[in-house]
């Protein structure tokens, strides 16, 4: 599986942006995607996760009620939409791709997208 990210940038606090990550190759029903994020100086962490087949997603609270991820099945993109943007959002994001779902920390996750930078300024 291969991943490519795209959509971050730079906007103002309260703002929007949405992310996307288009995935190629097999993937399986049972698989999970997932958006991380890593701020500078920081460990890399989770933000959202959702599962390729079912109705179900998980959020870190953080975020919760302000990110959405959703996907496309048929253009092979997950989604991350993200309102209300706060400067500690600032960070580069990353899609992933795990075998299982849910999964919450970075070992967990086979495929990588390269990072798309999100900069809030204040």
């Known amino acids: 599986v291969q991943l490519q990210a795209s959509g971050g940038g730079l906007v103002q606090a309260g703002g929007s942006l949405r992310l996307s990550c288009v995935a190629s190759g097999r993937i399986s029903s049972n698989y999970g995607m997932a958006w991380f994020r890593q701020a500078p100086g920081k460990e890399r962490e989770f933000v959202a996760c959702?599962?390729?087949?079912?109705?179900?997603?998980h959020y870190t609270d953080s975020v919760r009620g302000r990110f959405t991820i959703f996907r496309d099945n048929a253009e092979n993109t997950v989604y991350l939409q993200m309102n209300s943007l706060k400067p500690e959002d600032t960070a580069v994001y990353y899609c992933?791709?795990?075998?299982?779902?849910?999964?919450?920390?970075?070992?967990?996750?086979?495929?990588w997208g390269q990072g798309t930078q999100v900069t809030v300024s204040s």
């Open positions: 959702i599962s390729w087949s079912r109705i179900s997603t």
């Open positions: 992933a791709c795990g075998r299982r779902y849910p999964l919450v920390t970075p070992p967990d996750y086979e495929f």
